[in-house]
């Protein structure tokens, strides 16, 4: 897959949360590893992936 950022709208849509919740782990530091743009939080997709599998494996 050709790598690619989404912001968190769509990272929020992605993983099945509301962009809020994606907010609240971000700043309690629970969220997938981002990178900051500017001023805006951005997440690759392989990022988003992992971070899922993590999560399945821990729960």
Not at 19 to 26: A, F, V
Not at 46 to 55: G, I, K, T, V, Y
């Amino acid at each position: 897959m050709a790598w690619r950022l989404y912001s968190s709208r769509e990272a929020a849509r992605i993983i099945g949360v509301s962009e809020s919740t994606l907010r609240r782990w971000r700043d309690d530091g629970d969220d997938p590893p981002h990178i900051l743009v500017g001023h805006r939080y951005k997440y690759e997709h392989d990022a988003l992936r992992e971070w899922l599998r993590d999560r399945r494996r821990n729960a």
